[in-house]
């Protein structure tokens, strides 16, 4: 089946740090691959996405690599700020079979950036 | 540009009292679907629906139910509210089922069983 391994939290950094949070995946196929930011108390929102291997998504600072060879999707920023602090959920989509209606999530991952 | 609005925001229930959910979408979205996120446990998937009058079960059905009867609503019941339902329901509506779709998220209803 399909599944996403996200690394553990939560992460804490300070101001202007350099970030990455792993993800890798499971897939059947050539899935897409999304990362979403969930700020205190709302919903998930789309950050970035990348549909095929190579692609690099990017948003608000924050780049992600599609890699197929090491099926993985790590984000990354060169500066966190305070308001960086969220919930940060990798997922993977399939176009076809089994699971294919829904994303696939991780777990999450909490970034608390101090000032 | 509302998007995945979900009603009530905030709701405490007493165990065995019932209550529906409401999601609605503007997107003209053929799928939507319903989680509950605890602490340290992620999303988990309670149902979904592919389309006008269609539902299935996700990974945690048990002591909901749902109904699909126009495509811009997604409904969630509680027929007997117990302690462990106590969570964060998110409602989410995808357009279709290619991958480089993601799903749209509402913000939410916290809800507490006493």
């Known amino acids: 089946g399909n599944s996403v391994t996200q690394m553990e939290g939560p992460v804490t950094l300070s101001e202007e740090a350099f970030l990455t949070i792993n993800c890798t995946y499971t897939?059947?196929?050539?899935?897409?691959l999304f990362w979403y930011v969930q700020y205190p108390g709302e919903g998930l929102q789309l950050l970035l996405k990348?549909?095929?291997?190579?692609d690099k998504g990017s948003n608000k600072g924050f780049e992600a690599t599609y890699r197929k060879e090491t099926t993985s999707f790590h984000l990354e920023k060169g500066s966190v700020q305070v308001s960086d602090s969220a919930v940060y959920f990798c997922?993977?989509?399939?176009?076809?079979?089994?699971?294919?209606?829904?994303?696939?999530f991780g777990k999450g991952t909490k970034l608390s950036v101090i000032p | 540009n509302a998007g995945v609005t979900q009603t009530p925001k905030f709701r405490v229930l007493k165990t065995g009292q019932s209550m529906t959910l409401l999601c609605a979408q503007d997107?003209?979205?053929?799928?939507m679907y319903w989680y509950r996120q605890d602490p340290g446990m992620g999303l988990r998937l309670i149902h979904y629906?592919?389309?006008?009058?269609?539902?299935a079960k996700g990974e945690v059905p048990d002591g909901y139910n749902v109904s699909r009867l126009k495509k811009q609503n997604f409904l969630l019941g509680l027929e007997s509210a117990a302690p462990s339902q106590t969570s964060v329901y998110f409602c989410?509506?995808?357009?279709?089922?290619?991958?480089?779709?993601?799903?749209?998220f509402g913000d939410g209803t916290r809800l507490s069983i006493l």
């Open positions: 897939a059947t196929g050539y899935p897409s």
């Open positions: 997922a993977l989509s399939v176009g076809s079979g089994a699971g294919s209606y829904q994303l696939t």
């Open positions: 629906s592919v389309g006008e009058g269609t539902t």
């Open positions: 990348a549909t095929k291997a190579d």
């Open positions: 997107m003209n979205h053929e799928y």
């Open positions: 989410a509506s995808r357009l279709g089922t290619a991958s480089n779709q993601p799903q749209h």
